[in-house]
């Protein structure tokens, strides 16, 4: 449930407008002086504020400016005032909305959920989800570099993680050892000594993921090939 806190003086239209949302499902606070209404809004957690203009203590000006200095929550303002210069005031400092009084409370419910929905999307939108890879019981997170066999998470050095990965998202492609090596070690000049920690690094890997390390369910040998994940 949605939390609205409204910041309003006059009590029948801050008692009306909270009837109107409650009755829309939100959860509505209401705070009468400015003060008041600053401290909750920096201490609480609120979805929205509803926020009057003018009040006695801290104007809505300076409670939408010290706000936005912390949170980035919608904010609807609301005032008698029908000059262009305080919504523009207003909308300069932080403000999502502008309501001029007297408006509808059913028309302060939609901007509500529109301003909600709006924000929602805007926070959805910018957290990224983790990058999965999941083929038969191994889950590679790639963003949080770990990796879970069955269920169970499995300790990686840094190079076992880039290998495994990298076959994982080639999966039925057979690479040669010289090209594990050159792509994972990033080096293209190469030396017996080099190919034999291709070697050592897919034991190790099967290791970690396979029940059986002599008849390997992921990590196949093409003898006199290389390697290649099998799905």
């Known amino acids: 449930m949605s939390r609205i806190l409204i910041v309003e003086d006059e009590t029948a239209i801050a008692e009306l407008e909270k009837d109107y949302l409650e009755l829309s499902g939100f959860d509505v606070t209401i705070e009468n002086t ?31 400016r010290k706000v936005r ?3 980035d929550i919608p904010i609807i ?3 008698a005032k029908k000059e262009d210069i ?4 207003g909308l300069g400092i932080g403000a999502d909305d502008y309501m001029t009084k007297p408006f ?3 028309e302060l419910v939609a901007r509500v959920k529109a301003h909600l929905a709006r924000y929602e999307r805007l926070v959805g939108s910018s957290i990224k989800a983790n990058e999965i890879i ?20 499995k300790a990686f050095t840094t190079k076992e993680f880039d290998l495994l990965t990298f076959l994982a998202e ?15 070690w990033d080096m293209e000049s190469f030396s017996q000594n080099d190919i034999a920690t291709v070697t050592v690094h897919i034991k190790k890997i099967r290791e970690k993921v396979e029940l059986n390390t002599s008849k390997p369910q992921y990590i196949e040998t093409i003898w006199g090939v290389g390697y290649r994940f099998k799905v």
């Not at 305080?86 to 005031?89: E, G, N, S, T, V």
């Not at 963003?143 to 269920?151: C, I, K, L, P, S």
């Not at 492609?173 to 994972?184: A, P, R, S």
């Open 134 to 153: 999941e083929i038969r019981g191994i889950k590679i997170d790639k963003t949080a570099r770990r990796v879970f066999v069955n269920g169970e998470e």
């Open 77 to 79: 303002m609301v005032s």
């Open 170 to 184: 080639n999966p039925n492609h057979v690479f040669t050892k010289e090209e594990l090596f050159n792509k994972i």
């Open 86 to 89: 305080d919504k523009i005031r």
């Open 104 to 106: 509808s409370p059913s």
């Open 69 to 71: 200095e912390k949170k």
């Open 34 to 64: 400015g003060d008041k209404g600053l401290k909750a809004a920096l201490s609480e957690d609120f979805d929205l504020i509803v926020l009057d203009l003018m009040l006695p203590m801290i104007d809505g000006y300076e409670i939408c």
